[in-house]
């Protein structure tokens, strides 16, 4: 479907010298030739 699309990302980093991550599948829309977040799912 054109001016959908899913992005799919792994983002590491450190609070208080704790490992974090975050897995999220966003999806994007775009309107007028400019690309929106939509919402996303939290991965395992």
Do not use: I
Not at 1 to 24: C, D, I, N, T
């Amino acid at each position: 479907m054109p001016g959908h699309k899913e992005v799919e990302f792994v983002a590491r980093s450190r609070l208080a010298g704790r490992g974090q991550r975050l897995h999220e599948r966003s999806r994007f829309v775009r309107e007028e030739g400019y690309w929106f977040y939509v919402d996303g799912d939290l991965l395992a």
